[in-house]
């Protein structure tokens, strides 16, 4: 099973082509949770009003790096 992740399109792209140099990183969290367990969202989290219905969109146009079948 594959779920989207990761930085949107835009992100990825500026931090591909930033200058390798520290940096400070503030106004943000993020967080990873890992699991061997399949992953799936309720019936009540799928018809949550604040559900952001285009999530997927921000990867649209993101080159592929990586492919399940590899």
């Known amino acids: 099973m594959m779920s989207a992740h990761g930085p949107d399109r835009e992100t990825f792209d500026r931090a591909s ?14 967080f990873m949770f890992e ?17 952001q219905p285009a999530y997927d969109d921000v990867w649209q146009g993101l080159q592929r790096h990586f492919r399940p079948s590899d």
């Open 17 to 30: 082509a930033a200058e390798l140099r520290p940096q400070k990183i503030d106004d943000g969290l993020a």
């Open 35 to 51: 699991t061997r367990w399949p992953v799936t969202a309720t019936a009540q989290a799928a018809r949550a009003e604040h559900l």
